[in-house]
């Protein structure tokens, strides 16, 4: 396939090296001339591990060129990858001017050919750019919704790290694809003849997520750093061998490096990871060291229950049924449980809040764990209910703790179902429960708490926020 690629940087020359290693013919396009003149003599425009032999021999073959001319470029080629700089503007925004010039100029372009021309965006960008700067670019006759139909726009983020750049691009952790439906479109021929060979699998993903996935990535990664420094300080501050206690926590595939932990949702709670996590921050404010991140947690958990209590609607609806209260499911651990915190806001609130929660009988709870719901919901008894039925029938507003597809099924069979807010982001369950009422646009009678994908595990504590969407909006 002949493709031209837009910025002749790291990410633009790996790119431009690796297709032509794959026989397509490619052409690099760049404003600064000196790189231009490099690549169109056969020469790496960076220094990285193998390009030079990569780049002589596709150079030596006629599989690589390079202009200044952008507008011959796309008129030569069937697609254009842009990986043009997207630097941090003054503000931590990302500065898209480069983004900008490059897509007007491949749009002015496309409008002089007749054949369909593949755009794949590259850069990092943040998350709305490909609907809100490249597609209006490319078409600015094209206006609301129509824009997104049968779009030439792909999202094709870039993993690859400098100094192992071009390993990295033959074995990527994934190769997303964002496209206008999500779904592979009628771009994909072109999207699998230029990347399908360095993955089994191509995930189509909405525009959106394409974009966000590699920042967040990147923000995960950078989290990661900071974490293991703070707590290096941490341990040499208690005379500990951080190398060696990191060394050994790494090792824990099930719950530290793994997914756990890591889906939208409720915040954390429990007996142990509150107390335990300011037992670290304590030992460090001791020790005299400032630990921002470690410090932080317990306020981002703090922000996100503050979040949980702002989705139950202030419309008159008073009567809250909340479906579990210990922190898990099948325990009757009700200490520092965010369920019990949610209740007893909404208790404070002058809500009507009735729970079920089938660990739990009241007989039973004693000690630290007796203690804790006493102080923050004294007459617990009175606001347990026996079954899944008095539940549904006290509630105006359910508020869903845990994946329960009998009451998923219940709530679905009702004509006149309680507002719900899954506070869980529990995809398939949730969905299914929106999939029941197809064009129900009445009222927003489901609000839902819209997360990320369940994967079954039960027992994640860190979730980034989700969304609330009611069912008229995503009964497609
Ligand atoms: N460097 C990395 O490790 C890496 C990894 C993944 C993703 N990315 C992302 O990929 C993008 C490119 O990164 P990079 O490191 O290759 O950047 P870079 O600064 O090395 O290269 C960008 C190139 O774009 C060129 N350019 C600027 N305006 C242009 C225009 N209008 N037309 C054509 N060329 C133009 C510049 O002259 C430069 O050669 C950025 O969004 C970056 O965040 C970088």
Same mark, same amino acid.
């Given at each position: 396939?002949? =493709?031209?690629?837009?910025?002749?940087?790291?990410? +633009?020359?790996?790119?431009?090296?690796?297709?032509?290693?794959?026989?397509?013919?490619?052409?690099? =396009?760049?404003?600064?001339?000196?790189?231009?003149?490099?690549?169109?003599?056969?020469?790496?425009? =960076?220094?990285?591990?193998?390009?030079?032999?990569?780049?002589?021999?596709?150079?030596?073959?006629?599989?690589?060129?390079?202009?200044?001319?952008?507008?011959?470029?796309?008129?030569?080629?069937?697609?254009?990858?842009?990986?043009?700089?997207?630097?941090?503007?003054?503000?931590?925004?990302?500065?898209?001017?480069?983004?900008?010039?490059?897509?007007?100029?491949?749009?002015?372009?496309?409008?002089?050919?007749?054949?369909?021309? !593949?755009?794949?965006?590259?850069?990092?960008?943040?998350?709305?750019?490909?609907?809100?700067?490249?597609?209006?670019?490319?078409?600015?006759?094209?206006?609301?919704?129509?824009?997104?139909?049968?779009?030439?726009?792909?999202?094709?983020?870039?993993?690859?790290?400098?100094?192992?750049?071009?390993?990295?691009?033959?074995?990527?952790?994934? !190769?997303?694809?964002?496209?206008?439906?999500?779904?592979?479109?009628?771009?994909?021929?072109? =999207?699998?003849?230029?990347?399908?060979?360095?993955?089994?699998?191509?995930?189509?993903?909405?525009?959106?997520?394409?974009?966000?996935?590699?920042?967040?990535?990147?923000?995960?990664?950078?989290?990661?750093?900071?974490?293991?420094?703070?707590? +290096?300080?941490?341990?040499?501050?208690? /005379?500990?061998?951080?190398?060696?206690?990191?060394?050994?926590?790494?090792?824990?595939?099930?719950?530290?490096?793994?997914?756990?932990?890591?889906?939208?949702?409720?915040?954390?709670?429990?007996?142990?990871?509150?107390?335990?996590? *300011?037992?670290?921050?304590?030992?460090?404010?001791?020790?005299?060291?400032?630990?921002?991140?470690?410090? /932080? !947690?317990?306020?981002?958990?703090?922000?996100?229950?503050? *979040?949980?209590?702002?989705?139950?609607?202030?419309? +008159?609806?008073?009567?809250?049924?909340?479906?579990?209260?210990?922190?898990?499911?099948?325990?009757?651990?009700?200490?520092?449980?965010?369920?019990?915190?949610?209740?007893?806001?909404?208790?404070?609130?002058?809500?009507? !809040?009735?729970?079920?929660?089938? +660990?739990?009988?009241?007989?039973?709870?004693?000690?630290?764990?007796?203690?804790?719901?006493?102080?923050?919901?004294?007459?617990?008894? /009175?606001?347990?209910?026996?079954?899944?039925?008095?539940?549904?029938?006290?509630?105006?507003?359910?508020?869903?703790?845990?994946?329960?597809?009998?009451?998923?099924?219940?709530?679905?069979?009702?004509?006149?179902?309680?507002?719900?807010?899954?506070?869980?982001?529990?995809?398939?369950?949730?969905?299914?429960?929106?999939? /029941?009422?197809?064009?129900?646009?009445?009222?927003?009678?489901?609000?839902?708490?819209?997360?990320?994908?369940?994967?079954?595990?039960?027992?994640?504590?860190? *979730?980034?926020?989700?969304?609330?969407?009611?069912?008229?909006?995503?009964?497609?």
């Amino acid at each position: 396939m002949k =493709v031209s690629i837009f910025g002749l940087g790291y990410v +633009g020359c790996v790119t431009a090296a690796c297709l032509a290693k794959g026989k397509h013919e490619v052409i690099g =396009v760049d404003v600064m001339a000196s790189k231009v003149e490099r690549l169109a003599a056969g020469k790496a425009t =960076v220094v990285e591990t193998g390009i030079d032999d990569l780049i002589a021999e596709a150079h030596a073959q006629g599989l690589i060129s390079a202009t200044e001319d952008g507008r011959e470029a796309v008129l030569a080629s069937q697609a254009s990858i842009i990986c043009v700089g997207t630097p941090s503007g003054l503000l931590g925004d990302l500065d898209l001017t480069a983004l900008r010039q490059t897509v007007r100029l491949i749009g002015q372009a496309m409008r002089e050919k007749a054949e369909r021309h !593949v755009v794949i965006l590259r850069s990092t960008v943040p998350a709305g750019t490909a609907e809100e700067v490249v597609i209006p670019a490319l078409h600015p006759d094209r206006h609301g919704p129509d824009r997104l139909q049968n779009s030439e726009v792909v999202v094709v983020p870039e993993f690859l790290r400098e100094g192992s750049a071009i390993a990295d691009y033959y074995n990527p952790p994934f !190769v997303v694809v964002g496209s206008a439906t999500g779904q592979p479109d009628d771009n994909a021929e072109v =999207v699998e003849a230029l990347f399908g060979g360095v993955t089994e699998q191509l995930h189509w993903v909405p525009l959106r997520q394409a974009e966000m996935l590699k920042a967040v990535c990147n923000g995960f990664h950078a989290l990661k750093v900071a974490f293991a420094n703070e707590i +290096g300080a941490l341990s040499a501050s208690l /005379s500990v061998d951080g190398q060696s206690l990191m060394a050994r926590f790494v090792e824990d595939r099930k719950l530290n490096i793994s997914p756990a932990y890591l889906r939208p949702g409720l915040p954390f709670g429990g007996s142990c990871l509150p107390k335990d996590l *300011r037992m670290l921050v304590q030992q460090a404010s001791r020790a005299g060291l400032d630990l921002p991140l470690l410090r /932080s !947690v317990l306020s981002s958990n703090e922000a996100h229950l503050k *979040r949980a209590i702002d989705l139950v609607p202030r419309n +008159g609806r008073s009567r809250i049924g909340l479906n579990g209260l210990a922190f898990k499911v099948g325990t009757d651990d009700l200490r520092e449980s965010p369920i019990v915190l949610i209740a007893e806001h909404l208790i404070g609130k002058g809500y009507d !809040v009735k729970i079920y929660d089938q +660990g739990i009988q009241t007989s039973l709870i004693t000690g630290a764990n007796r203690e804790f719901i006493r102080h923050h919901i004294p007459h617990l008894s /009175s606001r347990l209910v026996k079954d899944m039925d008095e539940l549904i029938a006290h509630s105006e507003v359910l508020l869903l703790t845990r994946d329960d597809e009998e009451l998923f099924d219940r709530i679905a069979a009702l004509e006149k179902p309680p507002l719900v807010v899954d506070l869980r982001a529990s995809n398939p369950l949730t969905k299914k429960l929106l999939q /029941s009422r197809p064009g129900d646009n009445s009222e927003q009678d489901f609000s839902v708490w819209f997360g990320d994908s369940a994967d079954g595990s039960s027992d994640d504590y860190l *979730r980034a926020r989700p969304l609330v969407i009611p069912i008229s909006s995503t009964s497609n």
